[in-house]
């Protein structure tokens, strides 16, 4: 599957923005979808994930009660909503994509688990 983010932007802090993951293919029913960020000299972090039913979704300590993967994604889209935006949430944010299903939590917040990636898109929070 092919991935596209796109609505990163420049923005103060305590500013929101909603990021768009559109795949190739319908997403929901076999793919679990993963949103990482990552900031130069950085691996990769894990941001939020939701499951391939669309049922299930968690989010890092970090960001949990400010971002959310919303109900209104589409077949083929998956977004994220992030509110109360801080400057350390400046980075490159990656969707991803992985086939595998009913793994243990875990499983899905490392990023060498997913099969698809797409390009990124640039978030820059300012003060």
């Known amino acids: 599957v092919q991935l596209d983010e796109s609505g990163g932007d420049l923005v103060q802090a305590g500013g929101s923005l909603r990021l768009s993951c559109t795949a190739s293919?319908?997403?929901?029913?076999?793919?679990?979808i993963g949103w990482f960020r990552q900031v130069p000299r950085k691996g990769r972090e894990f941001v939020a994930r939701?499951?391939?039913?669309?049922?299930?979704?968690y989010y890092a300590d970090s960001v949990r009660g400010r971002f959310t993967i919303p109900g209104d994604s589409a077949d083929n889209t998956v977004f994220l909503q992030m509110n109360e935006l801080k400057p350390e949430d400046t980075a490159i944010y990656y969707c991803?994509?992985?086939?595998?299903?009913?793994?243990?939590?875990?499983?899905?917040?490392?990023?060498?688990?997913?099969?698809?990636w797409g390009q990124g898109t640039q978030v820059t929070v300012s003060l």
């Open positions: 991803a994509a992985t086939h595998l299903k009913n793994r243990g939590g875990p499983y899905y917040m490392q990023a060498t688990n997913y099969d698809s």
């Open positions: 939701i499951r391939w039913d669309g049922r299930g979704t």
């Open positions: 293919e319908r997403i929901f029913g076999t793919y679990t």
